[in-house]
């Protein structure tokens, strides 16, 4: 099994929908993030959570909300999809500490019309 | 504001030579730099750290190298392989808000022909 699993795999929505992602990790971090990636970008991180009570927004953060429910689950929301969302979206984890590196699931590819 | 360069265009190698790839950045000093591998479909894995204080770092057939003055990252794979056929990722940490993070480079795609 995936350590990290990211549901669903794929999603086709139209414009002004509520879209939830999901993300729920077996390798015990504390460290929880949300990215987008487009092609020609680098990875951006829209939110990241280092313990359940800590939420903090990243780079683009703006039309997004999340939720971490537990130390093992993160999820992202788009409250109103618009199309320059459409994206691949990536969920990632990471132990403590600087440095350590990022573990990630293979990704939300979501279409937005 | 920061920012990480790497070349767009594929980089096109033949099956046994030394691939390189590179990473350069601007208007930061970071203390890590990490390199990634994403296949299409897949997220990113991880594969390797150096420090700024480490001028080479080694792992198998993986060598990268850390240059603070030129601002630039080194990724070699040497005895390539069709199977090395991957996109690959720098990442930079910074201090942002008093958090840790990492930045992204938008990736190589590196192609091994057999």
């Known amino acids: 099994d995936a350590d990290v699993t990211q549901t669903p795999r794929n999603r086709i929505t139209k414009t002004g929908k509520r879209i939830m992602l999901e993300c729920s990790q077996t390798k015990g971090h504390d460290r929880m993030y949300w990215y987008r990636q487009d092609p020609g970008l680098g990875l951006r991180l829209i939110y990241y959570?280092?313990?359940?009570?800590?939420?903090n927004k990243g780079e683009i953060s703006d039309g997004y909300s999340v939720s971490r429910q537990a130390q093992a689950k993160f999820s992202l929301s788009l409250e109103s999809a618009i199309p320059n969302q459409t994206a691949l979206y990536f969920c990632?984890?990471?132990?403590?500490?600087?440095?350590?590196?990022?573990?990630f699931g293979d990704g939300t590819r979501l279409s937005i019309l | 504001s920061q920012k990480i360069e790497q070349n767009s265009e594929a980089l096109n190698i033949q099956e046994g030579k030394t691939a390189t790839l590179t990473c350069n950045y601007t208007?930061?000093?970071?203390?890590?730099l990490q390199w990634y591998r994403q296949d299409p479909g897949r997220g990113p894995v991880f594969l390797l750290l150096i420090r700024e204080n480490e001028k080479e770092k080694r792992k198998e057939r993986l060598k990268v190298t850390f240059d603070t003055t030129l601002k630039q990252s080194l990724f070699h794979i040497t005895a390539s392989q069709p199977a090395d056929s991957a996109t690959y990722l720098c990442a930079l940490d910074i201090w942002g808000d008093s958090n840790y993070q990492l930045i992204w480079g938008a990736g190589t795609k590196l192609i091994i022909k057999p």
């Open positions: 990632a984890t990471s132990d403590r500490g600087v440095n350590q590196p990022q573990h």
């Open positions: 208007n930061y000093s970071p203390a890590y």
């Open positions: 959570s280092f313990d359940v009570k800590d939420i």
